[in-house]
């Protein structure tokens, strides 16, 4: 066992830990924080990611005690006194998302890239959340989402 | 003076989701979320060969591991899980959850941990050591017809999972065959097309995998089931049939689901022993999925070969089809396995007028993983084989794709339309939605803009294709389950609306569409109703979402139980203004005699008048809740046009695609947000079958495209803006005239692709190209074409 202190949506949280404990795991069974999701075992699908001292990360792919000292946001910590984030406000405008499993890790994967670029082109924005998979949707909404996120700020 | 705000007409409209909320915060709560104190985590062992018998397990190292609760090998299983049922008429050979003698595909489960954790469980089931005895593996469909290398299961001969189903002109109701006609359209052709193609198998991919957790409570004597699942109603049926129990001891509940595609109508073995388990050992059980799981453990989807030939007369009319379906179903029968390839038979009329049309269809065992429905289930196939021989029609012929359909479309005075195949096709009317995609696309200017890029060396193409598709699924006589849903509305005491429905839904937003309905009928604002789905607790009967029914069935169910209620809620009112229950208006929150809104009263207090009628009227129940089945008499058959074009690196071979068009009929649209949503995500699984995805498997039956990392789930970056559209007719079958459009995007993109790789690559000849469009294939032709 492995003590590690991270800070997740601004609260520290302290643990012991296996050392084999994935971070994804470690968000979802000990921190109850169930909106990071888990849709591969080969970190393809992005459904896990969450961002890691402010940029995305996909938490499957990270052990716990790595993530030891960082901060972390969750789909969980985007919105900020009630508000929703505006990635959240756009997808939520724009239809993107259907069963919605993807969607919380397609959203801190947006915000990465609006960090990133906040102005990005139809094409950025589709290579900028290649990383994560979704299998309602077929993007377009998606597309729509970030751009009406982007239009915002 | 201020007037009141008039309630919007919600029906039609662009309503952004009432779902929505919870799942953008990540607040929704998926069957992996769920805890139950006391609850353990179960793994299976799995059979890394195709074919084997089961020599010896030896479970001693994970028995004995800290934290493993218990250890089954599959006869230990079989003795308290029998043989799983299927959903089909057709014989199947026996099928244990969990192997026990002999294993018949790479992936099936061998044994069963149950543990404190999910680590623990996955490290318990890796140390069981099973040894095989290595039976021959049948991989290859054709050969594995003729019994070779081995038969699968020893009561079916070849392989034959179902021998051979003649269908279409001439086949009696007995299975009779009478050749005269088809004969007679093969002798007069003028062209014959004859092509053999292949259908590939393909991995649902739900990005959630499957997952439940089994809670069976022994003081109670009931068990609660939450999976992932299109259908908690036919799961409640199955899991109480399975384990000795009442339908009324056991509450199967479909939590937030995250996404389906066909692969979660069945129910799995892994649930029966999920449920088996909890009830032998009185504690929770859950079970979540790994992704290298689901590509061997969830059911696959199409994987049907086809012998196409269609007879034509040089003007481009069609005389005679004759299709030979030959289906790898895998190593067994799942829930609807045998039927998938029976949707692709009944709908081999396609959208044109054939005089003579015989289709057969062979069903075959092999070491595989089985095959059941995905998106589409039987209708792509059906309709990818068709638009490839019309388009290598046109192409034979020199002709515009679009004129040879033209020249054979069912024509929109001819419905109802009775095919040779026993569908009756409800309307239409498929030139109409063609020409629409053609002027979108900007057909001729598209084929100008293909020539000129021809002629500057690039190997650009165009494809087109129409379809129709079987929706709305119904009636009971065309399902085992059942063809109806069933609906109930409730008129709280406050005046506020919860409803249920029976199609559980995994991401079509049938809590905004049903609630747009209510809210329309009862004229109140959308807020005030609630849709509640999933939970046989609660909601009292229903089959389930597949099939794109929802809203033709789904919905109408709701828009019967709302009409009772509603009717009841008029005598009511009628009561206290003292008026006739016909001259009752619902509008704006308020419930008023027609032409005297003011002297009405709000809905609420109507709504608290039914439940405390003081008087009662004479007649009348107290209280406002009512239910509906609703069982259409037919199906529905939406149909369509898709146009692509793509183009294909000379150098590489790689595949881009350019532009898609597309214009859908699914008759009249709730919402046409979620509409669009739905088509996209259709369109992108049906480009994903004609460009990147396959599962393929080697010549020892393992698969080797067990991974994200070898299996192509299509990313945003494959697509360019999808361009859509719509006709609109309605469909007669039921009072919304919605035909459903969940599947629809399947349907056109899949053979307009691979047309249009066709027309890009014509200058070497080719005239067919077997999916999917691997870059190395198309290079191949290239090269061939240089040499
Ligand atoms: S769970 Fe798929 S990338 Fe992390
Ligand atoms: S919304 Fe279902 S996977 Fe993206």
Redesign the pocket.
Known sequence: MAQVSITVNGKVRKADVEPRLLLAHFLREELLLTGTHI?CDTSQCG?CTVLVDGRSAKSCTIFAVQADGSTITTIEGLARDGQLHALQQGFWEEH????????PG?IMSAVNLLNDNPAPTEQQIREGISGN?????GYQH?VNAVQNAAGKR | MATTPVLPKLVGQRIKRREDPR?IQGKATYVDDIKIAGMQHLAFKRSDVAHGRITKIDVGVAQAMEGVEAVYTGAQIAAFVPPMPIGTPFPSPPHHAVATDTVRYAGEAVAVVVARDRYVARDAADAIVVSYERLPAVVDLEQAMTGKPTVIHQDFPNNLAVPLVPGGTGVGADSSVDDTAITKAFAGAEVVISQRMMNQRLAPS???PRGVVAHFEPGKGAMTIWSSTQNPHILRTMIAAMNGLGQDQVRAIAPEV??GFGAKINIYGEEYVAAALSKQLGIPIKWIEDRSEAFVATTHGRDILAYVDLAAKRDGTVLGLKLRLIADVGAYNMLLTAAIPTLTMLMANACYRIPAIRVTVTEVFTNKTPTDAYRGAGRPEATYFIERAMDMLARELKMDPADVRRKNFIQPDQFPFATPMGAVYDSGDYEKAMDLALKNAKWTELKAERDAAKAKGRLVGLGLATYVEVCGLGPSSSLPTGGWEHSGVTIERDGRISATTGASPH?QGNETTFGQMLADQFGVPLEHVTILHGDTGVVKQGIGTFGSRSQAVGGTALHLAGGKVKAKMAKFAAALLEASEDDIVFENGRVFVKGAPASGKSFAEVAAYAYVPVPLPPGLEPGLSDEAFFEPANNTYPFGCHISMIEIDRETGEPTLLKLVAVDDAGNLINPLIVEGQIH?GLAQGIGQAMIEEVVYNSDGQMITGSFMDYAIPRATDFPRFELDSTVTPTPVNPLGAKGVGEAGTLGSTPCIVAAAVDALSEFGVTHIDMMLRPEKLWRIIQGGRS
């Open positions: 849709g459904a993107g998302l259907q069963c919605g499993y993807c969607t397609m998979f979704c299998r309602c949707t998606i | 799942l739900a990005i959630e995250g996404g991401g995500g």
